[in-house]
Nanobody, 127 residues
Framework: QVVLVESGGGLVQAGGSLRLSCAASGRTGSSYYMAWFRQAPGKDREHVASISWTGLSILYADSVKGRFAISEDKAKNTVYLQMNGLKAEDAGTYYC????????????????????WGQGTQVTVSS
């Protein structure tokens, strides 16, 4: 069983920065993907960023490109999301997710690709 625990959310002014962390425990295969999704009230959960187990493949939503950065510290079993230049539309609950293995034909920018989810951390951006 994999457990994901997010932290680092909070209240920040527009233009500010936050770094989210996702600590993973439990065993999965050697191939996996980690991702961040977010959900604003009344909206669907949307993909923010994903990273492969090698760190060589990274994918960002167009809305965060150039502002957000996903990274992984394998020694700490932790994935980070550095968020800079925050905007009001970045507010929401941010969820960490992990996909165990490679899903042939699957889309790693969509929620169904992922097997495990954290409980979420709230990000509020004040204007």
């Amino acid at each position: 069983q994999v457990v994901l625990v997010e932290s680092g959310g909070g209240l920040v002014q527009a233009g500010g920065s936050l770094r989210l962390s996702c600590a993973a425990s439990g065993r999965t295969g050697s191939s996996y993907y980690m991702a961040w999704f977010r959900q604003a009230p009344g909206k669907d959960r949307e993909h923010v960023a994903s990273i492969s187990w090698t760190g060589l493949s990274i994918l960002y939503a167009d809305s965060v490109k150039g502002r957000f950065a996903i990274s992984e510290d394998k020694a700490k079993n932790t994935v980070y999301l550095q968020m800079n230049g925050l905007k009001a539309e970045d507010a929401g609950t941010y969820y960490c997710a992990k996909a165990d293995g490679i899903k042939i034909g699957g889309n790693w920018a969509t929620a169904p690709y992922y097997d495990y989810w954290g409980q979420g951390t709230q990000v509020t951006v004040s204007s």
